[in-house]
């Protein structure tokens, strides 16, 4: 796995109505096999951020490296899981979904295959190999996706608010076996979220973000031991301490918007 | 319920809806209202229909139309798809042949049969051509839509995975514009087999099911034209049905892609 550094990254958006300030000057390092959580209201950049990392958008200025490697259009030592469903190929099985990115490695279609129906039993999916996407719940389309974006062994994997679309149950479902999965993987993650109680169960370190433009307001060190209790009192101090600098201080559940 | 069970339903629906259309003909035909020799009863119309069926005659004039039909349905295919996928890629693409599809594509392709006659004169070149015209324009606008709807995610997913143009191509946006471009080969073989229709009753000589009723006019054989058109609508309907129906089934509704009609 490998570490990433992100330097003084600037994009502005160029809008019909002027210049928007995406991100400023943003900077942090993050370590091999970390899992870092980017949170903060709408508008901070997050996404913009993740975007950048992944090389969907090009910064103004600043660069990121990976390894070392700045960081030039989208690349396989990255996955990226999207927040939308409908990211999945509705024409490809669960399985031929996961074996597209080793299809385009050229990787032999025995070996690809073992590789997915591995990759689906992570992520608790080895009975669905065969079905299309309509056929699953949201939840098991997003473990889908996460191991498609596994599979084809990248060193970083991005995730864009991969379970914001879910309901409280699933998503905690979700928040459980992606713990499990990085514990296995030792992926680096960075993960975006608004939603601080989540942050505070993945991340070994929390990017708070604020708007306009959006910079980096505090980093924030979870030390807490794993598997995590969401009902601890240790594990409410974290949140209460992320929402203090987000500008928040009643109901710690609460996610922020 | 299953499948088969569904085919079966659907079936059965079918011929309760043909089954009502032909007594209300049967009940026209037999008012006294109509000469016989203008509105036949259908057991004059089946026997016309299988004794020509029998003869071989029936069915020789059903392959030439649907050769020239399948020929011009190719030929559109073979034109509509690719055109209509590089007029959603590329711009340039796009800004050269729309003017010329829009000028084209509201031209009636009955109104180009003298003129393609004198060009191409009377027999299979003329009709192929003609239905080779209409059936173009469907197919390469529902390509030209269909790639222009590929959710954008898809592609940004593919190309995370390290896609590159050539599979992003027929791995990605193929199958993704592929509700569309189905739909766009149903409508492409409706206009051509409209058309080649059209064009056999001016343009053909001796043989194809529309030459078939253009000729039978001049004898009043009623009951030979309503043959014909009874195999028109078969075989349109067996393609409508088992050829796309088939094709759908296999695959977009298969994924999910586009939904059955519930209830």
């Given at each position: 796995m490998l570490p990433i550094e992100i330097r003084?990254v ?16 943003v900077s942090f390092n993050i370590g091999a096999s970390e899992f870092i959580c980017i ?10 951020l993740l975007n950048i990392i992944a090389g ?7 660069e990121i490296r990976i390894g070392g490697k700045p960081v030039t259009g989208h690349g396989m030592d990255r996955g990226v899981v999207f ?15 996961v074996?597209?990115g080793l299809?385009m490695k050229?990787v ?7 590789i997915a129906?591995e990759q689906l039993r992570l992520v ?19 473990r889908?996706a996460i191991a498609r974006a596994l599979a084809y062994n990248p060193a970083v994997l991005l995730m864009d608010?991969p ?12 928040q459980r076996l992606l713990a499990d999965v990085w514990r296995e993987t030792r992926k680096t993650v960075i993960y975006v979220t ?5 942050a505070?169960y993945l991340a070994d370190r929390v990017i ?11 980093e924030i060190k979870i030390d807490l031991p794993r598997p995590r ?29 | ?159 995370c995975m390290g ?101």
């Amino acid at each position: 796995m490998l570490p990433i550094e992100i330097r003084d990254v600037t994009l502005v958006y160029d809008t019909p109505g002027g210049k928007v300030p995406g991100v400023k000057n943003v900077s942090f390092n993050i370590g091999a096999s970390e899992f870092i959580c980017i949170v903060g209201p709408s508008g901070c950049g997050k996404s913009t951020l993740l975007n950048i990392i992944a090389g969907f958008l090009t910064p103004a200025a600043g660069e990121i490296r990976i390894g070392g490697k700045p960081v030039t259009g989208h690349g396989m030592d990255r996955g990226v899981v999207f927040q939308d469903f409908a990211q999945l190929f509705p024409w490809r099985t669960a399985l031929g979904n996961v074996t597209f990115g080793l299809e385009m490695k050229g990787v032999a279609k025995a070996e690809r295959e073992t590789i997915a129906r591995e990759q689906l039993r992570l992520v608790k999916l080895e009975k669905f190999t065969a079905s299309y996407p309509h056929h699953l719940s949201g939840g098991m389309q997003q473990r889908v996706a996460i191991a498609r974006a596994l599979a084809y062994n990248p060193a970083v994997l991005l995730m864009d608010e991969p379970f914001a679309a879910l309901d409280a149950l699933t998503r905690d479902d979700m928040q459980r076996l992606l713990a499990d999965v990085w514990r296995e993987t030792r992926k680096t993650v960075i993960y975006v979220t608004h939603n601080v109680a989540e942050a505070v169960y993945l991340a070994d370190r929390v990017i708070v973000m604020s708007p306009h433009p959006g910079t980096v307001k505090a980093e924030i060190k979870i030390d807490l031991p794993r598997p995590r209790d969401p009902l601890s009192v240790e594990f409410l101090e974290c949140q209460k301490e992320l929402l203090g600098y987000l500008g928040h201080n009643a109901n710690a559940n609460e996610p922020v918007n | 319920m299953t499948e088969n069970g569904q085919r079966a339903r659907s079936l059965i629906r079918a011929a309760i809806t043909l089954a009502a259309a032909a007594a209300v003909y049967e009940l026209l035909a037999r008012s006294g209202y109509f000469a016989p020799a203008l509105l036949p009863k259908l057991s004059v119309v089946v026997t016309t229909l299988i004794a020509t069926l029998a003869d071989g005659s029936m069915i020789q004039h059903s392959v030439y139309t649907l050769y020239r039909v399948m020929f011009g349905f190719g030929l559109a295919i073979a034109v509509g798809i690719p055109l209509g996928i590089l007029m959603a890629r590329f711009t340039a693409v796009e800004n050269f042949f729309l003017p010329l599809v829009s000028a084209l594509m509201p031209i009636p392709s009955f109104a180009l049969v003298p003129l393609f006659m004198l060009w191409f004169g009377i027999g299979n070149l003329t009709t192929i051509l003609i239905v080779f015209y209409a059936a173009t324009f469907p197919m390469l606008f529902n390509t030209w839509s269909g790639v222009r709807s590929v959710n954008p995610i898809w592609l940004r997913a593919a190309g995370c995975m390290g896609a590159d143009e050539h599979s992003l191509f027929w791995k990605v946006i193929i199958p993704g514009a592929s509700p569309f471009i189905i739909t766009g080969m149903r409508q492409s073989f409706l206009r051509a087999w409209i058309a080649v229709v059209g064009a056999e009753m001016i343009a053909a000589s001796d043989w194809g099911l529309g030459w078939v009723i253009f000729d039978a006019k001049e004898f009043l054989n009623t009951d030979i034209m309503l043959a014909a058109l009874v195999v028109i609508g078969g075989i349109g309907y067996l393609f409508e049905r088992l050829v796309f129906g088939g094709i759908e089934r296999a695959t977009v509704l298969r994924w999910g892609m586009v939904r059955s009609a519930k209830g």
